[in-house]
C-alpha cells in the first residue's frame, strides 16, 4: 500500500535528516520502496522546512507526493504552510509543545521536544522522539527498521542517546494515538 | 638537445604572420628556451585562444591545443591538472588574454598553475583588422577608436603580479637575449610563470599611430622600455619618468604554493 | 560485491562517473547541480582523480576539454544558466571530436527562471544550442538507479563517438533519493586507439577517428577551426568544410539504431504517450492503475540522436501524446516523423502532471 509521509518544522530540528532515516528504513531495512524529495530553496531556510517520503511494497512510479496520509508537523509556521490542509482521513502527530493550532483529522499529540529536554537532557533529539511515535503510531515501517536506520545515520557516540528517543518515541506513540 | 628549428612544424610553413610581425620572434624565441630546457616535444603541449600570438602552437611540433577565444588558460589548467607530467606553454595576444579571456587569466594567476604564459602584446586585435584592445594606449588611433583612445590601457605584467603569479617578466621583441632568458626562467619556476612580450604589429597597428615602418616601431619599443631596476631608482630620487615609457625586466620571482607541479 | 544504498540522484550520478572511471571533474556550483560537484569533491581524489573548482561554467567546460585530450575521463554538471555559458565550447568539443560528459539538472528557465524547480527546457540547447550544425548524444534518467546507470553509460557513448554526451536530467530526479544498488564495476568502452601510421582526423566507415591522448608522441593539433584529417586549419575550401560537418554530424545520426534505448508498452494501442525523464512516471503510473491496453507509451532513454524508429513499433497509433516539463520541445521533433496528429501537454513551474491530469487529456483525444 502506498503512504505518503510529510515532515514539517523549522530548521534545524533535523526534519530532511528525519524523512531520510525513514526513507532508509523502508527502502534498506524493510525491503519495502521508497521515494523521499523535499522542498529546496530561499524559503527553506530560516523558515518552515518540509521533507516527504513516499513509502510502499511495490515499485514506486508517480515520485510526487500528492495528498499525504501521515503529517509530522514540529512548528507552528510548518503547520500553517504544509499542514493546514490536510484531508480528513489522514493523521497527524504534532509537537504539542510547539504547535498551537489542531488539524481537522486525527492528531496525536507528542511533547516530543519537551520530552527531548526533559527525559533525554538534548533537545536536538526531539526529532527521533517524532520518529519513534511516527513508528509506533502507524506502522509505516518496522520498529527493528527505523531503529536501524537511526543508529547508522547519527553520529558516532550518540548512538545511545538517539536510541533512548527512539524508545521514549514509541511509547509517547502508543500512549497518544490510542492504537 | 634540439634546437628550435626541431619544434617546428614544417610542414604547416609558411605562416600566415605579415611581414615585419614581431610574432615570429616571440615564438623563436620561446622555442630557443624550450630547446635550451632540454623539453622532449613528446612531453611538452602548446596551448592557445584565437588571434595571430594564438595561430602559433598550429605551427610547433608537438601536441597542441588552438581553443576558443579567451580560454586558452582554462584548457590548459585541465590539461595540465590533468596529467601534471607534461609541460604547458601558453601562447595569448593582449586581446584574447585581458578582454575576453581576463576572468580566466587572473584567476590562473591566483591558482598559479605551473605554466608558462607568453603574452604577445601587440596593442591592438590585429586578426580582425585593427580594433582597439584592453592595451590600446590612451589616444591611439584604430578602428574603434578613430578619435583616438579614450580608454585607460591594463598593464598585463602588473596585473599579472597582483593575481599571484610566481613569475612575471615584461619584454619586447626587439630585446630577444633578455626575452629568452625570461622565458627560460619562466619554464623553470614553478608556479604560473607571465611573460608579457611588446611586440610590433605593422600592418593594424603602426599604420594608424605614425610608426609607418617596422623599424619605427622597433626604434620605438626600443627608445621607450625602461628597466625596472632603472624605474625604481628615478622614483626613489623623486625623478619624473618620461611620458609613454614602459617598464621591462623582472617584475617578480616568487615561490608561492603552485598547482599541478610535476610530481 | 554489489551495495545497496538509499541515495539522492545528485550524489548517484557522481557514483556513476566514479563507477565508469571519471577521474577529472571541472566545476562551478549551480543549483540544483551541485550536489554532484560536491560528491566529486570529497571523493576524487580518494580516487587518484583531479577536481577544480573553475572560476564559471566557460572555464569549467574548458577545463574539462584540456583534461579530455590527456585522456582522461572527464565531466561536469551545471543547470540552465551554467549550460547556456558552455555552450560555445561545448562547439568546440563537437568540432575537435572531444570525448566528455556533462550532466544537466535542468531547471526552469529562461534565464535564472526557477533554480530549485524542475523543467526539461534544454532539451533543444543540448542539441542545437551552439551555433553551427552538430549533432550530439542525450540521455534522459527517470529514477535514481538510472542517474547512476545512464551517467556511466554516458561515458561509453562520449568515448565510443567521441562527442559531448549529455546527461539531461531535472530537479525531480537529482533531488530525490530512492534505493539503488550500486554495481561492483560497469562496462567500459574505450576510445577508439589512433592506429599507427593513422592520421588524427582521418575517419573509418564509421566516421571516427582514432583518438591519441596528449603525451603519447602524436602530437596532435586540435582545433575549433576547420581543419583537415591531419588536424590543420583549412578554412577556406568549401569541399574541406562540406565533409567534415557532415562526417561529425553523421557519425552520430548514423548510429542512433546501435545507440537506441527506450521502452515500449502497449505497442497496439492506438492512443501512445511519448515521454523521456520524469513525466514518464507518471505514465507509467497511469498505465498501472488503468490497465488498459488501448493506451500506449514509449519511454525514450537516448533522446538524442532521436529514435524516429522507435514510433513506427506503435504501428496502430493515432495519436502521440506528449507531457512534457517544457512548451512542446520534444513534440516538434515527434511530429517531423509522423503522420498522425501529436498533442504536447505542457507543464511548466516544477511540478510533474498528475496522472488525473493525463488522463483527462488522453480522453479528450481518443
Known amino acids: 500500500m502506498r503512504r505518503e509521509v510529510r515532515f514539517s518544522g523549522f530548521g534545524g530540528q533535523g526534519i530532511i535528516l528525519s524523512v531520510v532515516t525513514l526513507g532508509r528504513a523502508a527502502a534498506l531495512y524493510d525491503g519495502k520502496y521508497a521515494v523521499q524529495t523535499q522542498v529546496y530553496g530561499p524559503e527553506a531556510r530560516g523558515g518552515a522546512s518540509m521533507a516527504q517520503v513516499i513509502i510502499d511494497d511495490a515499485p514506486i512510479l508517480f515520485p510526487e507526493v500528492t495528498d499525504p496520509d501521515i503529517f509530522v508537523i514540529m512548528s507552528q509556521q510548518g503547520f500553517e504552510k504544509y499542514g493546514v490542509h490536510a484531508s480528513k482521513d489522514a493523521i497527524m502527530l504534532v509537537d504539542s509543545g510547539l504547535v498551537h493550532s489542531r488539524p481537522d483529522c486525527r492528531a496525536c499529540e507528542i511533547p516530543a521536544t519537551a520530552e527531548a529536554k526533559a527525559t533525554l537532557g538534548r533537545e536536538i533529539v526531539a526529532n527521533i522522539v517524532m520518529l519513534g511515535a511516527l513508528v509506533a503510531s502507524t506502522g509505516v515501517v518496522s520498529r527493528d527498521a527505523i531503529e536501524k536506520a537511526v543508529l547508522d545515520s547519527v553520529p558516532k557516540g550518540t548512538e545511545e542517546l538517539n536510541r533512548k528517543a527512539l524508545m521514549r518515541g514509541f511509547e509517547l506513540g502508543e500512549e497518544a494515538c490510542k492504537l | 638537445m634540439t634546437s628550435a628549428r626541431d619544434w617546428l612544424r614544417t610542414d604547416r610553413l609558411p605562416h600566415i604572420y605579415c611581414t615585419g610581425c614581431g610574432n615570429g620572434t616571440v615564438i623563436n624565441c620561446t622555442l630557443a628556451a624550450i630547446s635550451g630546457m632540454g623539453w622532449e616535444r613528446d612531453e611538452t603541449v602548446f596551448v592557445s585562444g584565437i588571434g595571430c600570438s594564438s595561430r602559433a602552437p598550429g605551427y610547433i611540433q608537438t601536441d597542441s591545443l588552438h581553443t576558443t577565444h579567451g580560454r586558452a588558460l582554462a584548457f590548459a589548467t585541465g590539461v595540465k591538472l590533468a596529467k601534471p607530467d607534461l609541460n604547458v606553454v601558453v601562447f595569448t595576444g593582449d586581446g584574447d588574454l585581458a578582454a575576453i579571456g581576463g576572468n580566466h587569466f587572473i584567476h590562473a594567476c591566483r591558482r598559479n598553475v605551473d605554466m608558462t604564459v607568453v603574452c604577445m602584446n601587440n596593442q591592438i586585435y590585429g586578426m580582425t583588422g585593427g580594433q582597439g584592445s584592453p592595451t590600446t594606449p590612451m589616444g591611439a588611433q584604430s578602428t574603434t577608436t578613430p578619435y583616438g583612445s579614450a580608454e585607460a590601457a591594463f598593464d598585463l605584467a602588473e596585473l599579472a603580479v597582483a593575481a599571484g603569479a610566481n613569475y612575471v617578466a615584461r619584454w619586447t621583441a626587439y630585446h630577444v637575449k633578455e626575452l629568452t632568458k625570461a622565458i627560460a626562467t619562466g619554464l623553470q619556476t614553478p608556479g604560473l610563470s607571465f611573460i608579457e612580450v611588446m611586440t610590433q604589429c605593422p600592418t593594424n597597428y603602426g599604420r594608424r599611430n605614425k610608426q609607418r615602418r617596422v623599424s619605427d616601431m622597433i626604434e620605438h619599443m626600443r627608445t621607450h622600455a625602461l628597466l625596472i631596476e632603472k624605474k625604481r631608482r628615478l622614483e626613489s630620487e623623486g625623478t619624473p619618468i618620461p611620458e609613454g615609457m614602459f617598464t621591462v625586466g623582472e617584475l617578480v620571482r616568487r615561490a608561492r604554493p603552485a598547482m599541478g607541479v610535476r610530481r | ?366
Not at chain 3, 567534415?244 to 502497449?266: C, F, G, H, P, Q
Open chain 3, 1 to 366: 560485491m554489489s551495495r545497496i544504498e538509499f541515495m539522492q540522484g545528485n550524489t548517484a550520478s557522481a557514483e556513476g562517473a566514479l563507477a565508469a572511471g571519471c577521474r577529472f571533474f571541472g566545476c562551478y556550483p549551480i543549483t540544483p547541480s551541485t550536489e554532484i560537484a560536491e560528491h566529486m569533491a570529497r571523493k576524487l581524489p580518494k580516487a587518484g582523480g583531479t577536481f577544480i573548482p573553475m572560476e564559471d561554467e566557460i572555464g569549467s567546460i574548458a577545463s574539462v576539454i584540456g583534461a579530455a585530450w590527456t585522456g582522461a575521463r572527464a565531466m561536469t554538471a551545471t543547470s540552465g544558466p551554467g549550460f547556456s555559458l558552455m555552450m560555445e565550447n561545448l562547439g568546440y568539443a563537437v568540432m575537435t571530436e572531444t570525448p566528455l560528459v556533462v550532466v544537466n539538472i535542468q531547471r526552469g528557465g529562461p534565464s535564472t527562471g526557477q533554480p530549485t524547480r524542475a523543467a526539461q527546457g534544454d532539451m533543444m540547447q543540448c542539441r542545437f544550442g551552439s551555433h553551427g550544425d552538430m549533432a550530439t548524444i542525450a540521455i534522459t534518467p527517470n529514477s535514481v538507479q538510472e542517474m547512476f546507470d545512464l551517467t556511466a553509460k554516458a561515458f561509453n557513448l562520449a568515448d565510443r563517438y567521441r562527442v559531448p554526451t549529455f546527461v539531461m536530467s531535472d530537479e525531480i530526479i537529482g533531488h530525490m533519493r530512492e534505493r539503488i544498488v550500486i554495481p561492483d564495476s560497469v562496462e567500459t568502452v574505450s576510445r577508439p586507439p589512433l592506429a599507427e601510421g593513422e592520421l588524427p582526423f582521418a575517419a573509418g566507415d564509421d566516421g571516427i577517428p582514432g583518438f591519441a591522448p596528449f603525451g603519447t608522441g602524436r602530437h596532435v593539433h586540435v582545433t575549433g577551426l576547420t581543419h583537415d584529417e591531419r588536424g590543420y586549419p583549412d578554412t577556406t575550401d568549401a569541399e574541406a568544410h562540406d565533409a567534415l560537418v557532415r562526417r561529425l554530424y553523421r557519425k552520430v545520426e548514423s548510429a542512433r539504431r546501435e545507440m537506441a534505448d527506450y521502452e515500449v508498452t502497449n505497442p497496439d494501442a492506438e492512443s501512445v504517450f511519448v515521454t523521456y525523464g520524469p513525466p514518464s512516471r507518471t505514465v507509467q503510473q497511469l498505465l498501472h492503475d488503468r490497465q488498459d491496453e488501448g493506451v500506449g507509451h514509449l519511454r525514450l532513454r537516448v533522446v538524442w540522436p532521436f529514435p524516429e524508429f522507435a514510433l513506427q513499433e506503435f504501428a496502430d497509433a493515432k495519436v502521440f501524446l506528449m507531457p512534457e516539463l517544457n512548451m512542446g520541445q520534444m513534440a516538434r521533433e515527434v511530429e517531423r516523423h509522423v503522420d498522425q496528429p501529436v498533442i504536447p501537454i505542457p507543464k511548466l513551474g516544477g511540478e510533474l502532471h498528475t496522472p488525473a491530469e493525463l488522463a483527462s487529456v488522453l480522453e479528450a483525444h481518443r
